[in-house]
């Protein structure tokens, strides 16, 4: 139980475009979402987290307008990296929480901006 | 501002070793301590987690030591095998409750 899914696990875009990250809690319903970022050798750092049917709450220093959150339902959350530049390439996980707490995380989704 | 401090940054252990990592938090309405296990290129995995109200929990050969007073908690994997070589992060609450705080994260070698 508790499995967590990103789709896609990896995309390559040109610089300017926008890139859409999709997050499922498979078997739980999940009211919070979280997003975080991974550079190569780095610890997860804390994005936004995602409350279903409310506005995300962004963490200090991250651009809402550049990384737009949506939590539709109970159990999909996306992620949207609006004209993505090279320094928005990195590891981008998600995380959904069933009970107080507990998260679990989707297995990644490695952004590269040519 | 960092709430959870862990160490070392790398640990290099035989196999059929004892490997120990340590995390300090600050927050002491923290109640929720758990541990991370990832692979490169893949998502954390939760290992195992422990509440304040137990100072130790143990499931299989990773076991979480917990010691209130100092306001630290160590992951201790017994008999390390080659397939634990990971990176291990502990994790907090944040102040507000509601997400995750990672420490810097932990990465575990087991040599044959």
């Known amino acids: 139980g508790a499995v967590v899914s990103q789709h896609p696990s990896w995309v390559i875009c040109k610089s300017g475009t926008s890139v859409k990250i999709e997050c499922r809690s498979l078997d739980f319903q999940a009211t919070t979402m979280f997003w975080y970022r991974q550079f190569p050798k780095q610890s997860l750092m804390l994005m936004a987290t995602?409350?279903?049917?409310?506005?995300?709450?962004?963490e200090q220093g991250v651009e809402k307008d550049k990384f737009l959150i949506n939590h539709a339902s109970l159990t999909l959350s996306t992620l949207t990296v609006t004209s993505a530049h090279p320094e928005d390439s990195s590891f981008y996980i998600c995380s959904a929480r069933p009970a107080y707490n507990e998260q679990f995380f989707g297995p990644g989704t490695r952004l590269t901006v040519l | 501002q960092q709430q959870v401090k862990q160490s070392p940054q790398s640990l290099i252990v035989q196999k059929g070793g004892i490997s120990i990592i340590n995390c300090a938090y600050e927050?002491?309405?923290?109640?929720?301590f758990p541990w991370y296990q990832q692979f490169p290129g893949k998502g954390p995995a939760l290992l195992i987690a422990i509440r304040p109200d137990v100072s130790e929990k143990k499931e299989g050969r990773f076991t979480i030591s917990f010691n209130k007073s100092a306001k630290q908690f160590s992951l201790h994997i017994m008999d390390s095998q080659p397939g634990d070589s990971a990176t291990y992060f502990c994790a907090a609450p944040n102040q507000a409750g509601t997400a995750l705080i990672f420490g810097k994260g932990t990465t575990l070698s087991v040599s044959s």
């Open positions: 995602s409350n279903e049917g409310s506005k995300a709450t962004y």
């Open positions: 927050n002491t309405a923290f109640d929720y």
